[in-house]
């Protein structure tokens, strides 16, 4: 193929999207800001938690760096390889994997632990994307039941662990994908499509019907690791937090919610009240302003993508920031039930945060190539 | 190849057509949550931050120091003194069964008592008390095992301390943990669960002044209550000092005079009503019951025979036997049943109803005036006055005299006695007043009880010429807070009008008692005393004439002496009551004259709190409002 000669290119200025970058940059300073004010440094031997996220970052610009510069055809063909290795490793963590909290998520490496099923949402968009790409979207064999079936083993897995957080992000890329490729109706595709976007929502309606002992049974059921029995402790004291935070914030170092820890995992799943905490009403719709962005930026990439595997690609990835972004942001404000996910590019996790810039990487990888001709 | 590629970017087309409806969910869901966040964060925001504020601070008591107490010369009675509370807070604590073993271990805990203070369930947070009174060894031993102790902690207190131990115990009382029940009442409502308040004595009536008031801290807490910072303090101010009219040289000295005896010692100024002494044994040590007691240690103190809780001055209730004499004389005299001149021969018993009442002295005392007769005590001269009154009119006489009442001392629960009367045995007993009764009440037996603390203010009043006042412990509150020191003012009583003829020959009577009749051994070479003794039998032996050691103990007499001095112009009433111990003019007399004697000897000491503010000043008038309520 031709797009090959122009790859020499495509690393010029003018195709490399600053904007992206730059937002990419800010969110990432935000949280790493965050974790630094509500991480204190505890001892001198230990790692502070935001210098280890810095190193996290620095890994994940590899890995970004990696997925750009590679072309996004030639990954396509690793696909099904990196997806028979993560079941591999969904495996391993399974038997080896080291235990916290009531849950197996994790394989420790030296010093550092890695948790398989933050990359499995990666490894399934390119999975799936690559089928739809390959086979033939025709009957409802090949568009829903087979990519199904190749989803289903990683989403066994991961719920084993339990992991729900990451088994409903790793379900709603299948259902996104799915929704982007399958629908031949275009009323049809539009309606599920706003079911879709309107499902958290209507959730809420339904589960916030159930009284809190029936919430409190089908969480602990589901995800005996979360901490559902605390009364909704979590839940309220992160409303306490975002609440409390009002219009202008307590200030960096302020958030009384989270210095004395009444807010559990303040530099994890719960960053996102941190940060209300402490910058308020403003600072937290700058914040959603850099998210929607983001996705607004990476939609572009989808819509301009010059063949489909790069737009099946870039929908995936989108689909798996955005759930990822709602849900964290949802259960933080109390619009979901809480469930461990992360928020992309601010809570602090090595997995999370490398496979988060990977697929950001990969996105501008689609970018970049729209321009190289087709034939 | 090419139809391939043209269909592939229909689809592609396609497929981008559906994405822009991403766009549209995308700016829909970032929309509401802002919403969310603008509900949360400015509508409710108030509300947020003020369940934040109440997340992040909490109240610490801080306790206030407790008022001293002082004698009338300014000798230290009471004062509190560092002390060491062991405390264990369970949400530190990893093993609890552990724990307990290592605190049986080194400070010698029940373990009984340590699993009791430290159940399993409840609030984790809160440190709990497991001891206190920790000896310096004990608290030492603690802290340098501290690594292998978490949660535990040895915290410095005050503790209340009463230097002359048992001095004055039921005086001054002890101090104690509010009780649930005792939270309830509107005088401790500004309160909390663990807070020190008097529970007996002094300590207790006068608790509003001594206990201080609690200040508050507001500390910074995190998530599992560790203290961060303290945000404000509200000091806690110490209680106010009370001076008692009590003179520990003579309240020390009427408590050796009792020794090992079962009895009462009282001594009052009769210008002023205030208690110089008031000795009662057997006493508790109040710096034992001022901490916490075991439910043991509190049994053996409850079931004592002894009953050492009991202040026998103004709670015991005795017959007044003789003593009684003085208000059966000023009532003859008073209802002219008999005059001056009025005589009666005594053969050593009284026939009445079918038996004879007999006189102690078995030969009779032969012709007696009223007196002889009290001079002699001589008890057939009582009964034939008490047969002319009546038990109505002597009721109404010992009314008068305030038997059946409370003196008013400012002391928890005084007793009142018994004076008998016919509407008294319907109310009581629901019985018709027999005649025969009329003759035992005569002199002072029977149904009649008094307490020594009324029988001081008979004497008080008597001294007075009718004139007494209210038995007062406490003349003098420093207020700490400005250091103002309120005098309490002495309150009359009203005024016993008998006629002065029957006080005249009661002074001579009673003096007569002393020079030359049943208590000579109170008779004094430096000051004349005037007195009544008292023989009180006790109930099982009524009619028994047995004499001295061949009775028990527990059955013998209670020794009675009532008196004042200097009987030309009195300045004190002494009372002794001596249980068990047999005839009064031998065994109670000279105890009141050890006590009037030292009295005597003693300048008259200025108090020690000469910049006094004048007693009507408002502040001693809400003060004495407050105690009196």
């Known amino acids: ?375 | 190849m090419s139809t391939r590629s043209g269909t592939q970017h229909d689809e592609l087309r396609e497929l981008q057509q559906r994405l822009i409806l991403f766009k549209i969910g995308l700016l829909l869901v970032v929309g509401l949550l802002a919403l969310r966040l603008w509900y949360l964060q400015i509508n409710e925001g108030d509300y947020y931050h003020d369940l934040s504020e109440n997340n992040r601070t909490r109240a610490v008591v801080l306790e206030p120091v407790r008022g001293l107490i002082y004698d009338r010369n300014g000798v230290l009675l009471a004062n509190n003194v560092p002390s060491f509370g062991l405390y264990v807070k369970l949400e530190d604590v990893k093993d609890r069964k552990a724990l307990i073993e290592s605190l049986v271990n080194l400070v010698g805990l029940d373990e009984n008592t340590v699993r009791k203070k430290l159940p399993e369930r409840g609030s984790k947070l809160l440190p709990r008390k497991v001891k206190d009174g920790l000896t310096l060894r004990e608290a030492a031993l603690i802290e340098s095992h501290r690594l292998d102790l978490p949660g535990v902690t040895v915290r410095a207190e005050s503790q209340r301390n009463y230097p002359s131990g048992l001095t004055a115990a039921h005086l001054l009382g002890y101090v104690g943990e509010v009780s649930s029940d005792q939270l309830e009442k509107p005088e401790y409502t500004e309160l909390h669960p663990g807070s020190i308040i008097g529970q007996y004595g002094v300590e207790r009536t006068y608790d509003r002044f001594l206990r201080g008031r609690a200040g508050q801290k507001t500390v910074e807490v995190d998530a599992m209550g560790h203290e961060k910072k303290t945000v404000e303090v509200g000091k806690p101010s110490a209680g106010d000092d009370l001076y008692l009219t009590i003179d520990a040289r003579l309240q020390s000295l009427a408590e050796q005079l009792l020794g090992e005896e079962f009895g009462a010692i009282i001594a009052i100024e009769t210008g002023t009503g205030d208690v110089l002494a008031m000795a009662s044994r057997p006493a508790f040590d109040p710096n034992v019951l001022s901490r916490e007691l075991t439910a043991k240690q509190w049994e053996k103190i409850v079931q004592d025979e002894g009953h050492p809780l009991t202040n026998r001055a103004t709670q015991g209730q005795y017959p007044p036997a003789s003593t009684f004499k003085i208000v059966m004389a000023a009532a003859g005299l008073e209802t002219g049943t008999v005059n001056l001149t009025t005589k009666v021969r005594c053969m050593g018993g009284y026939p009445f109803g079918g038996r004879v009442y007999r006189d102690w002295k078995e030969r009779g005392h032969g012709v007696m005036d009223v007196m002889d007769a009290i001079v002699d005590s001589c008890d057939v001269f009582f009964y034939t006055l008490g047969q002319k009154l009546g038990i109505d009119t002597m009721a109404q006489f010992a009314d008068r005299f305030g038997l059946g009442h409370e003196t008013g001392i400012e002391l928890p629960s005084e007793r009142t006695g018994i004076v008998p009367s016919t509407a008294w045995k319907t109310r009581v007993r629901n019985e018709i007043w027999l005649p025969g009764e009329t003759i035992s009440a005569a002199i002072g037996q029977g149904y009649t009880t008094v307490t020594p603390m009324q029988m001081t203010m008979v004497m008080a009043t008597v001294a007075g010429n009718g004139d007494s006042f209210r038995p007062r412990i406490v003349r003098a509150i420093k207020e700490r807070a400005t250091g103002q020191v309120l005098d309490l003012p002495s309150v009359p009583r009203p005024k016993l009008a008998l006629k002065p003829e029957t006080y005249e020959l009661l002074h001579e009577s009673l003096e007569g008692v002393v020079t030359r009749g049943t208590a000579g051994r109170a008779r004094s070479a430096l000051v004349r005393i005037a007195g009544k003794t008292g023989t009180a039998q006790t109930a099982a032996l009524k009619d028994d004439r047995r004499k001295g050691t061949d009775i028990p103990k527990k059955l013998r007499d209670h020794a009675w002496f009532v008196s004042y001095a200097p009987a030309e112009a009195p300045r004190i009433a002494v009372v002794v009551l001596v249980e068990n111990m047999g005839h009064g003019g031998s065994w109670a007399a000279p105890l009141a004259k050890q006590v009037i004697e030292a009295y005597v000897k003693s300048k008259p000491a200025e108090p020690v709190t000469a910049d006094a503010v004048p007693a009507e000043s408002p502040a001693v008038a809400v003060a004495m409002r407050e105690v009196h309520d």
Request: hydrophobic share 55%; with cysteine.
């Open chain 1, 1 to 375: 193929m031709i797009d090959r000669v122009l790859d020499s290119r495509s690393l010029t200025p003018d195709h490399f999207d600053w904007r992206f970058l730059g937002l990419i940059a800010a969110i990432l300073s935000l949280g790493v800001l965050s974790i630094y004010s509500v991480t204190p440094v505890q001892a001198v031997t230990s790692t502070p938690v935001y210098l280890k996220q810095l190193a996290w970052i620095a890994i994940g610009c590899g890995a970004f760096v990696a997925m750009l510069v590679m072309d996004y055809h030639k990954i396509s063909r690793l696909a099904y390889v990196l997806y028979a290795l993560l079941l591999v490793l969904l495996v391993v963590v399974l038997v080896a994997g080291k235990t916290s909290r009531g849950a197996q998520r994790w394989i420790p490496i030296g010093p550092f632990v890695f948790q398989p099923s933050e990359f499995a949402k990666l490894v399934l968009v390119l999975t799936l994307a690559t089928y739809y790409t390959r086979s033939p979207r025709q009957g409802w064999m090949q568009r829903v039941v087979l990519p199904g079936l190749i989803m289903l083993p990683g989403l066994l897995l991961i719920l084993k662990q339990p992991d729900l957080g990451s088994g409903l992000s790793y379900l709603s890329i299948y259902i996104s994908m799915l929704l982007v490729v399958g629908m031949r109706s275009k009323a049809m595709g539009t309606l599920l499509l706003f079911a879709v976007m309107l499902f958290p929502f209507a959730w809420e309606l339904v589960w916030g019907s159930l009284h809190d002992y029936q919430r409190e049974r089908i969480m602990t059921f589901v995800d005996p690791a979360y901490d559902t029995g605390g009364k909704g402790y979590h839940g309220l004291q992160s409303r306490i937090a975002i609440g409390s935070g009002e219009l202008l914030g307590k200030g960096l170092y302020g958030g009384t919610q989270s210095q004395l820890k009444f807010l559990p995992e303040g530099h994890t799943d719960f960053v996102f009240a941190v940060f209300a905490e402490e910058w308020g009403f403003l600072g937290v719709l700058v914040l959603l302003g850099l998210f929607a962005g983001l996705i607004w930026l990476s939609l572009e990439i989808a819509l301009k993508a010059k063949d489909m595997l790069g737009a099946l690609l870039a929908a995936g990835l989108i689909a798996m920031l955005a759930f990822c972004l709602v849900i964290n942001i949802g259960m933080t404000v109390g619009l979901f039930p809480i469930v461990g996910i992360p928020l992309p590019l601010m809570s602090y996790g090595g997995s999370s945060t490398v496979a988060t810039m990977a697929a950001l990487g990969l996105l501008l990888n689609i970018k970049r190539r729209r321009l190289t001709l087709f034939y």
